[in-house]
């Protein structure tokens, strides 16, 4: 369902501007009238000039804002995106060949205000995802471009037979790499990934070209507080985590490098190395400090 649309010149003048409004997509059968997923706006902007020409119509921006996502799976398998109708083709369809082509010459593509639900009562699995922002840009018609991805996401809650594991976890991101699309090899510069007060900095490449997937990446956290490493024990165990005092320092580091093959059953030599020196854990209701704790692995 569409509520309305709307086509304009003035807003990206030059570029064609076009917007959906109040677009939402229902289940079926027994997922009949429930909210599948929604959209309170999905805008694209075009090269005008490319509309005009037989060259194909060129994407310069694709925003989507305020998002909802419901995924639903029941105790029987049953998903509620499954709502295509099965249908066989007995006729065949002669292919277009005169149809313009579709270039994808990116200069934005966002997700904004997202929220995305997942219950899996199949696999007694709930996750919830609230205030999600997705930034990417990159031209995607070179066979070599510089991409930049930035991820932030408010509220992030994971359930697993009943263990709260992250409650409401903020996470961070920001990726700049160096894409080769011909030979998809991703090179990736001083980027970051963070989950609640852990910053995790990594570096390296990756390379697909063809079934197997070859690794050289380095990741770790530059020494920072105790605490922060307790910020990622599950939500039951640390309710009172603001309440929680301590001391000391950690350093996490590693490496994931080698080749990833299915068809021969290798995995990459992965390395972690985790060092805790001199920590300290107060917390209120334990009459006694826990300090001295000292790990290297």
């Known amino acids: 369902m569409i509520e309305d649309y709307k ?8 570029n064609l501007s076009f917007s959906l409004n109040g677009l939402s997509v229902v289940g079926i059968d027994r997922f009949n009238n429930d909210t599948l997923a929604g959209l309170n706006s999905f805008s694209l902007v075009f090269n005008l000039s490319s509309l005009l020409g037989d060259s194909g119509y060129e994407v310069k921006s694709i925003v989507m804002d305020k998002a ?12 509620n995106w499954d709502i295509l109708k099965d249908t066989t083709a007995t006729e065949e369809v002669e292919e ?3 149809a313009s082509t579709l270039k994808i010459v990116l200069q934005k593509v966002a997700l904004l205000n997202t929220t995305i639900s997942y219950i899996d009562d199949q696999s007694a ?3 919830y995802v609230n205030d ?18 930035g991820l932030n996401i408010g509220a992030v809650t994971f359930i697993m037979d009943g263990m709260k594991y992250l409650n409401k976890a903020t996470i961070d991101s920001k990726v700049d790499l160096l ?3 011909d030979n998809m090899k991703f090179t990736f510069g001083e980027n970051f990934f963070a989950i609640n007060d852990l910053r995790l900095n990594f570096k390296g490449m990756v390379a697909m070209p063809g079934d197997e997937i070859e690794t050289d990446i380095e990741f770790g956290t530059p020494q920072t507080s105790f605490k922060t490493l307790l910020s990622l024990v599950p939500a039951v165990y640390m309710s009172d985590y603001q ?15 080698g080749v990833y093959s299915d068809a021969d059953s290798t995995l990459p030599d992965i390395s972690l190395n985790l060092a805790i020196n001199n920590g300290m854990i107060s917390y209120p209701d334990l009459p006694e400090k826990i300090h001295n704790i000292n790990l290297k692995s």
């Not at 950690?250 to 490098?257: D, E, Q, S, V």
């Open 243 to 257: 309440d929680l005092k301590t001391s000391g320092q950690f350093t996490l580091t590693g490496y994931a490098k």
């Open 125 to 127: 699995m709930k996750a």
């Open 7 to 14: 086509l304009g010149f003035f807003k990206n003048f030059p």
């Open 179 to 181: 894409a080769n699309l």
């Open 96 to 98: 277009d060949t005169t």
């Open 68 to 79: 909802v996502i419901n995924a639903i799976v029941l105790k029987d398998g049953t998903a």
């Open 132 to 149: 999600l922002n997705f930034n990417l840009k990159g031209d995607m018609t070179m066979s070599e471009t510089d991409m930049q991805m």
